[in-house]
């Protein structure tokens, strides 16, 4: 895989009120911002604000195991990459997964992130 970025950053647990501002610039910012799910209270602020994203419900709606949901994800969000690395560069070469809570509790699909991370070469930040 071609160099390029993607940034994981946290939710929280909570509304907007409980975002890191850090985490809320990133988000406001990003291109190209994927949502694990819609189903987080930030998530109606994002609608709010005009914040574009897609999110990976439908792919929970469709698989029958969560086994099968978190592989896919992650696939998706390297071939996001991969798309914006090839579409033209700094910014762009930038894909952001955003997560409920912190990402390093609980969150396969980080785990499945920062192992391939490792063994394809492209930059994973965790907010």
């Known amino acids: 895989m071609v160099a390029g970025k993607l940034t994981v950053v946290g939710l ?7 975002l890191p501002l850090g985490n809320w610039r990133r988000l406001r910012t990003a291109r190209h911002l994927f949502l694990r799910t819609a ?3 930030v998530v109606d602020f994002l609608r709010r604000e ?11 709606d469709r698989a029958p195991r969560y086994e099968e949901v978190y592989p896919e994800i992650t696939e998706r969000l ?8 090839h579409s033209g560069t700094g910014a762009e070469a930038e894909v952001v997964y ?12 980080v785990q499945l992130l920062l ?3 490792q063994q394809d070469g492209f930059q994973l930040e965790v907010l």
């Open 12 to 18: 929280g647990y909570g509304d907007e009120q409980a």
């Open 39 to 41: 189903h987080h209270p």
């Open 50 to 60: 005009g914040i574009a994203f897609v999110s990976f419900d439908e792919v929970y």
């Open 78 to 85: 390297l071939a996001a990459l991969q798309a914006a690395i």
């Open 98 to 109: 955003a997560v409920p809570g912190h990402p390093m509790v609980a969150e396969k699909t």
């Open 115 to 117: 192992e391939r991370a």
